[in-house]
């Protein structure tokens, strides 16, 4: 979340929740890519081009059982993803 505050230019708290609601117009306006950053880039893309984006905080209960994911890996993958969609929506 800090990585892409820094980039947005705003605080934002969760990079990867899917807890978002879209007017139409911006899911049309944006041209999205498949990828494991997804989450993300539904958050990067429409603040850096100047929509109105905003949080709804979602809790998040303990997990039972243990992940099956390596959270270095998915740590390194969304950090990616948020890079590359700070750097493409940048460059234009």
């Known amino acids: 979340a800090l990585l892409a505050s820094a980039l947005i ?29 997804l989450s993300a880039e539904l958050l990067m893309r429409p ?4 929509y ?13 059982g243990e992940t099956k994911l390596d959270p270095v890996r998915g740590g390194a993958a969304i950090a990616g993803s948020i890079i590359r969609v700070g750097l493409e929506e940048r460059s234009g």
């Open 9 to 37: 230019g705003r605080r934002v708290r969760d990079t990867t929740t899917g807890m978002r609601a879209y007017r139409r117009e911006v899911i049309e306006a944006i041209e999205w890519t498949e990828n494991t950053g």
């Open 47 to 50: 603040a850096l081009r100047g």
């Open 52 to 64: 109105d984006v905003r949080e709804v905080p979602i809790p998040y209960c303990e997990r039972k």
